[in-house]
């Protein structure tokens, strides 16, 4: 018979790995020695439960004699407790400056307690490659030796290591005594990662003292992380502008023109706005073009689409602004367009922004696309011609100032 010295209601006995069915139970006698099962699978104790060691007692009788075996059965509870990741794209916290997991590979984005729990960024379908740190109680010795792990999206496995061991109350890498599980990878891609947006993941982590049986060892998330389309091309990338980003794009087609659109609905576009050209426009909610035109390619830039700036004025020549009177404001030209935000209909500037990308031109303050049309410049003035539509990397320095007035 089976005995336990915690009592048999604490455990189950089943004649199958597969654990199907109701569990058995054991006869008190067997008729032959044949009968008595070659192998028994025994469940026992919850993850709450405090009681960790179990006894089982085999008694049995030959021939006239008592005899007994004992095993001892310990329950072991892993359970992750940190995670970072690796070859992933450094993140800077919008407006403070802090680097997430910096230097790369070294600082976990999740723990169980203290609360961080950072954002990561990958391009588009890669499969992502995490360290852990496992707390397994109780404190085990010997150390157990082929431990694996692995992470799980769903049914998919994103990532895996073996070789471990468990060492005392961690799980670690068998030629790393350090405490944590490196490298853990090799798996698939995070279902989903296919396109430029934000994902937030549960992660199921589960371990194997055996390589064919698994036990949890807890789901943790959601995890927020960014996809992005390749390389982001920006030397500080900051969380607030991958979250737009990926927000706007949400998606694998028409990466600007969805960003261009995103930005037009979340931002008011006001000619007389006197900002900071970065990331507070989105807070401060209003900007004049170049704020727009200028975050627009920091957006693009961070999910991995180049952008260059380009500058409209009305000039004799690219060397110069021809500005004329309108009131009391001197212009370099007037557009033909409907009101749009805090901008008039048919507005004249002293210049405008927009941004190249891949041979379009995108204008986030209207939402449009296109080199902006100029519809009156400053006429002829002696001995230069009238202005036309100039463009640039910048304003030129040069200016001429035309004494004609504006008659609308």
């Known amino acids: 018979m089976l ?33 008595l099962p070659k192998s028994l699978y025994v469940e026992g104790f919850s993850s709450s439960s405090s009681v960790r060691d179990i006894e089982l007692a085999l008694e049995f009788s030959v021939g006239g004699k008592t005899f007994d ?6 329950v ?38 203290n609360n961080p729990n950072d954002p990561v960024c990958y391009t588009k379908n890669t499969s992502p490659t995490m360290f852990a740190v496992f707390n397994v109680t109780p404190n085990i010795s010997p150390d157990i030796t082929g431990v694996q792990v692995r992470a799980k999206v769903g049914t998919v496995v994103i ?39 934000t994902l937030t993941p549960t992660f199921t982590w589960e371990v194997t003292f055996d390589g064919t049986s698994w036990c949890s060892a807890n789901n943790i998330g959601p995890h927020t992380m960014y996809w992005t389309n390749a390389t982001p091309l920006e030397n500080t990338l900051y969380d607030l502008a991958l979250d737009k980003a990926c927000g706007y794009v949400n998606g694998d087609s028409d990466i600007p023109g969805k960003i261009n659109s995103g930005m037009d609905s ?11 050209h970065d990331l507070d426009i989105f807070s401060v909610g209003e900007g ?16 991995g689409v180049d ?39 048919n507005p004249h500037f002293t210049y405008h922004v927009e941004t190249l990308v891949s041979g379009t ?12 049309s100029l519809d009156e410049t400053a006429p002829t003035h002696n001995p230069y011609p009238a202005a036309s539509r100039q463009t640039g990397s910048s304003l030129p320095g040069n200016v001429h100032y035309v004494d004609w007035t504006c008659p609308h």
């Open 3 to 35: 005995k336990t010295n915690s009592g048999g209601s604490k455990i189950k006995i089943w004649n199958s790995s597969t654990k199907g069915g109701s569990s058995i139970s054991l006869p008190a006698t067997y008729a032959t020695p044949t009968d």
């Open 69 to 74: 075996d004992r095993v001892k059965i310990t």
């Open 76 to 113: 072991l509870k892993p359970e992750i407790t940190e995670l970072g990741f690796k070859n992933d794209h450094m993140i800077t916290k919008w407006p403070s400056g802090t680097k997430i997991d910096d230097p790369d590979g070294s600082t976990p984005v999740w723990k169980k307690t």
């Open 159 to 197: 990532g895996s290591a073996s070789g471990g061991r468990i060492s005392g109350t961690v799980i670690e890498d068998g030629s790393n005594t350090d405490g944590d599980v490196d490298d853990i990878g090799g798996g698939s891609a995070v279902p989903n990662s296919n396109a430029v947006k």
């Open 266 to 276: 979340d931002i008011t576009y006001d000619p007389a706005a006197d900002h900071e």
């Open 288 to 303: 004049e073009c170049c704020c727009h035109a200028i975050v627009f390619r920091q957006l693009v830039r961070s999910v």
């Open 307 to 345: 952008g260059t700036i380009t500058y409209i004025w009305g000039g004799c020549s690219s060397s110069y602004v021809d500005y004329y009177k309108y009131g009391t404001w001197w212009v370099s030209f007037r557009v033909i367009k409907s009101a749009h935000d805090n901008a008039e209909a």
């Open 361 to 372: 031109y995108y204008d986030p303050s209207y939402g449009a696309t296109g080199l902006i």
